[in-house]
């Protein structure tokens, strides 16, 4: 059974920086392409970045566009995203998403069944 596990939330000042990480376990890390989501208080999940199982192709929603940065190193199957010049906006529980189809993790999410426990990130003003 496919294990994810989030680490490296916390509380960070507006114009900070965090990295988060997702260990994976059960699963061949290297045939899993990846993502990350974020849910803000009374607000519905949202794609933040994918990556594939290569490291190719990262996709970021335009929130985030040149402040994240997602990547991978399968040799220690990890998923990382690097988060910097943070916003109050940014405020959220972050998840990580695995899936065998990319497509799944930038259009389809609601079909993702492998999801990590969630770690807080929350930036104040």
């Known amino acids: 059974q496919v294990q994810l596990v989030e680490s490296g939330g916390g509380l960070v000042q507006a114009g900070g920086s965090l990295r988060l990480s997702c260990k994976v376990s059960?699963?061949?890390?290297?045939?899993?392409?990846m993502g990350w989501f974020r849910q803000a208080p009374g607000k519905e999940r949202e794609f933040v970045a994918a990556i594939s199982s290569t490291g190719d192709n990262p996709k970021y929603a335009d929130s985030v566009k040149g402040r994240f940065t997602i990547s991978r190193d399968n040799a220690e199957n990890t998923l990382y995203l690097q988060m910097n010049t943070l916003k109050p906006e940014d405020t959220a529980v972050y998840y990580c998403a695995a899936d065998r189809v990319l497509r799944v993790l930038t259009t389809l999410s609601r079909f993702l069944q492998m999801w990590g426990q969630g770690t807080q990130v929350t930036v104040s003003s």
């Open positions: 059960g699963h061949i890390f290297s045939r899993l392409h």
